[in-house]
Structure formats: structure tokens, C-alpha cells
T-cell receptor, first 119, second 113 residues
Framework: GAVVSQHPSWVICKSGTSVKIECRSL??????MFWYRQFPKQSLMLMAT?????????EQGVEKDKFLINHASLTLSTLTVTSAHPEDSSFYIC???????????????FGPGTRLTVL | DAKTTQPNSMESNEEEPVHLPCNHS???????IHWYRQLPSQGPEYVIH?????VNNRMASLAIAEDRKSSTLILHRATLRDAAVYYC????WGSGSARQLTFGSGTQLTVLP
């Protein structure tokens, strides 16, 4: 299957700082990338969907000014958590899919996740 | 969104087959059935997906009921590495929000040595 990487795998930061997380599709071109958040003992919650070259679509309740998403190329999307606070501590996971648009048989491939801890 | 219902947890003995059930009584004709699994502290891993016919791949088999209101993921010989949360997800054909995966609580599979 296709490979998606994330960097860093974990990060610890001070409250008020910003953190950038990268998501890369290593062996395919990702027309769409998704960002999820997962709190302990809970399931994944979709935060936003981004298509290459266009603005991300955020889910209800997700602050677009706090979670900045950039999908500048077909292999890279970044999530920046701005002015992070302890409640932003979570496991952030990206996924990517390629192939033909509007084909829901396309498979989403997930990155390994980034553990963010805000002190 | 069409929803799925899975048992919270299941146990299996190592090297025995495992049948993970999923109910999706409100499935529509264009919904594909996807299965993912998530090991601790990792991102989800694609397992298999299907529409109407049973599907096999190197990881598992997917048996879909004739009325499509339920499906079963079959691991033919469970190993300790198969211990994970298994998610059954419906994904509609189409664009926009239809492409999203909505994760439920899944089934925690424990494999006993």
C-alpha cells in the first residue's frame, strides 16, 4: 500500500507557542489530505479536509485560525497549531488519498500520527 | 451519515480465525464498506473494503450480507500483532463530504496467546 509519513512523531512545547506538523505522501500524489485529532481512549475526529492548491474545509467546531492547514503540493500538507494550549494536547493524524477525483473507492492511507504535548 | 454498530470488544485465541461483525442497517446503495484497524499509538491502517461481493486480500476477508445490512471482517489466523481496534466505516460514492471517513468507537480485539 501507499506510504504516508508525518513529522515530527512527537513534540513537546510550551503554552503559547506554535507547532507545525508535516504530512507527506511518499509514493503517490495526494489530491486530498485529511487531518484528524484523537484524544486518549477516544476515536478519531476529522478536523479538516484539504485539496491541493485550495483552502481547507474545516469541520464544525474547529477553529480555522488556530489550526492552519496548507496543502501547497500534491505530496505535502502541513498543520500548524497556533498559540497552543494544554487542551490542544492530542494525537494528530493525517491521511491522504490519490487517484481519480470523485471516486470513493479510493483508499485513504494514514500517517503514523504526531503526539503533541503542550505544557 | 449512515452509521455502523460494532461490539466494543472481542477476544480470540492466537492462530484461530476471528469474525468481527458490523451492522449497518441504514446503508444506502452507494455506500462502500471500509475496514481499518488501529494499533496503539499508531495511525489507522487500511484493511479491506467492498460494495456487494465478498472480498479477499492478503490481510483479511470481507463477507457482506446479501441485503448489505451487515458485514463481517474475517481474520483467518489471528496473531498477537492483530490486536488492535477495528473500525467498520461506510463511505458514500461521490465528492466533497461524501469522501470523509467517520470513525465510530470500533471493536477492540484482544488476541490471547
Amino acid at each position: 500500500g501507499a506510504v504516508v509519513s508525518q513529522h515530527p512523531s512527537w513534540v513537546i512545547c510550551k503554552s503559547g507557542t506554535s507547532v507545525k506538523i508535516e504530512c507527506r505522501s511518499l509514493d503517490f500524489q495526494a489530491t486530498t489530505m485529511f487531518w484528524y485529532r484523537q484524544f486518549p481512549k477516544q476515536s478519531l475526529m476529522l478536523m479538516a479536509t484539504s485539496n491541493e492548491g485550495s483552502k481547507a474545509t474545516y469541520e464544525q467546531g474547529v477553529e480555522k485560525d488556530k489550526f492552519l492547514i496548507n496543502h501547497a503540493s500534491l505530496t505535502l500538507s502541513t498543520l500548524t497549531v497556533t498559540s497552543a494550549h494544554p487542551e490542544d494536547s492530542s494525537f494528530y493524524i493525517c491521511s491522504a488519498e490519490g487517484g481519480e477525483l470523485f471516486q470513493s473507492t479510493d483508499t485513504q492511507y494514514f500517517g503514523p500520527g504526531t503526539r503533541l504535548t503542550v505544557l | 451519515d449512515a452509521k455502523t454498530t460494532q461490539p466494543n470488544s472481542m477476544e480470540s485465541n492466537e492462530e484461530e480465525p476471528v469474525h468481527l461483525p458490523c451492522n449497518h442497517s441504514t446503508i444506502s446503495g452507494t455506500d462502500y464498506i471500509h475496514w481499518y484497524r488501529q494499533l496503539p499509538s499508531q495511525g489507522p491502517e487500511y484493511v479491506i473494503h467492498g460494495l456487494t461481493s465478498n472480498v479477499n486480500n492478503r490481510m483479511a476477508s470481507l463477507a457482506i450480507a446479501e441485503d448489505r445490512k451487515s458485514s463481517t471482517l474475517i481474520l483467518h489466523r489471528a496473531t498477537l500483532r492483530d490486536a488492535a481496534v477495528y473500525y467498520c466505516i461506510l463511505r458514500a460514492w461521490g465528492s466533497g463530504s461524501a469522501r470523509q471517513l467517520t470513525f465510530g468507537s470500533g471493536t477492540q480485539l484482544t488476541v490471547l496467546p
